[in-house]
């Protein structure tokens, strides 16, 4: 027996961005429904961002103690991959976390439906044996999962995903990675600080095929470095499995390459047949939900995060998760803006990105100015010594006057990006940018240099 019943927003989906929406909009005195198959947080807390960079942290310590130069060579660090496994967890577990998050929203009045919920209408969810009719309107936050690629025998095989990783209590004594993107790169660089002999296939002729090319051209330099196998340009036209390893057969390879374990990173796609969006009119053998400035897919129907499609990053969909709650409450507020929309890599050294890179400002027919300067340039650079790779690249609209891109590599790539990250946004004069104060002695002093470098 289908029940129906009544709210006044339907969320369809708790990751960061819908766990937000649901949670702003009830404490604004909506009657708000949550929808949420899975963990209440989504991928971020519990098998991405957060996991992850507690491996990172680790392994970076390891490589960060034989860089301290009176130590060095002289101590010995045994990498112990079970504290960190141990650590990922923390003495709470996933439920408890989960259960942690549904009690914060029903605080606030949100209604917690636990299933796979699906349109079937306009302004209407279904979830099990449930129908929730929506009066303002549904807000699609189901996010992505992992893509498998139809590599021929890949799909019968044990292969792990980034939630296996997350979930290893063991380090494999070898790994193949099939993918160069961000993930790929993060984790090779953790498990082969740890000891495990990685080999990374790329199909690309470059990691970080989305980054500029110097961004690239670093991070396989640095896996090489720690003993990770990089292999460019290189496909996978088989898999197989025969009860302890895996091997994976490249084309015009005659050997294959073997391992215990197989990882996956090759990237995310969102599955908008399963959420039904035939029902709102809206193409569900598309890859991504296209919204206007205010998030809207269509009449009472918003869509933010990854099914947008400008990149599965939390920051981006609590951005637009702002902007929902705005426009479904009335508010008056800006559209949504992604020419400054940053990125970070968070290999060791960081590799972090806003903008346009290079190739696509001048594909856009841009007259473009360039800089390019190593971290090790500075002073900063120069003190920190060992494991100072990295560099500052500068993209200026030369007709404009104002930057258009940024990339910073570097020790505290990340952190050093968000200056440059409001440079692009606010649109700020390279020549005001000239003439600013920066601080001695900081990484972020080669922005000063390269800016007066550009060419």
């Known amino acids: 027996m289908n029940v129906s019943e009544q709210a006044d927003v339907v969320v369809l989906g708790l990751g960061p961005g819908g766990e937000y929406v649901a949670g702003c909009l009830a404490e604004a005195g909506l009657d708000v429904v949550g929808i949420e198959a899975e963990l209440v947080g ?3 807390p519990y098998w991405a961002c957060v996991p992850s960079k507690v491996m990172i942290r680790a392994a970076n310590l390891l490589a960060e103690a034989g860089r301290v130069p009176f130590l060095a060579g002289e101590v010995e660090v045994t990498p112990d991959w079970g504290r960190v496994a141990g650590r990922i967890r923390g003495e709470a577990t996933d439920d408890w976390n989960d259960q942690v998050a549904a009690d914060r929203l029903a605080a606030k009045g949100v209604r917690l439906v636990r299933g796979r919920g699906r349109l079937t209408g306009p302004r209407q969810v279904a979830v099990g044996g449930r129908t929730f009719r929506a009066r303002r309107g549904v807000v699609l936050a189901a996010g992505t999962r992992p ?30 990675v099939l993918g160069g993107g961000a993930i790929g790169v993060e984790l090779a660089q953790v498990f082969g600080r740890f000891r495990c002999a990685v080999t990374v296939v790329e199909g690309q002729d470059r990691l970080l095929s989305q980054e500029e090319p110097e961004a690239g051209r670093l991070a396989e330099k640095v896996l090489w470095e720690d003993g990770v196998t990089v292999l460019t340009s290189a496909r996978a036209g088989q ?44 193409d569900p053998s598309a890859h991504v939900v296209p919204t206007d400035g205010q998030m809207r897919a269509g009449d009472g129907l918003w869509a933010i995060g990854d099914i947008t499609g400008h990149g599965s990053f939390t920051h981006v969909s609590m951005y637009q998760a702002e902007i929902a709650v ?19 890599t968070f290999t060791d050294p960081e590799i972090a990105a806003v903008g346009l890179t290079e190739r696509q400002a001048r594909d856009q027919g841009l007259r473009v100015r360039t800089s390019l300067l190593p971290i090790s340039s500075s002073t900063r650079g120069w003190i920190h010594g060992r494991g100072n790779e990295g560099f500052i690249k500068l993209v200026e609209d030369a007709d404009r006057g104002v930057l258009i891109g940024a990339t910073s590599a570097g020790p505290a790539g990340g952190e050093v990006l968000y200056g440059l990250n409001v440079a692009v946004h606010a649109e700020i004069p390279v020549e005001r940018l000239r003439h600013m104060i920066y601080t001695y002695p900081t990484f972020h002093r080669t922005v000063e240099a390269a800016l007066g470098a550009l060419r």
């Open 239 to 282: 898999v197989g499995h025969d009860g302890t390893g895996f091997f994976v057969q490249l084309e015009d390879e005659e050997e294959p390459l073997r391992a215990e374990r197989l990882l996956v990173a090759t990237g995310r796609r969102a599955d908008l047949a399963a959420l039904g969006v035939d029902a709102a009119g809206l």
């Open 326 to 344: 705005r426009d479904i409450l009335g508010w008056p507020g800006p559209d949504a803006d992604y020419r400054a929309l940053p990125r970070v």
């Open 147 to 176: 893509w498998i690629p139809p590599v021929p025998g890949l799909a019968s095989t044990p292969y792990w995903t980034h939630r296996d990783v997350m979930a290893a209590k063991e380090l494999p004594p070898s790994m193949i």
């Open 42 to 44: 989504g991928e971020c």
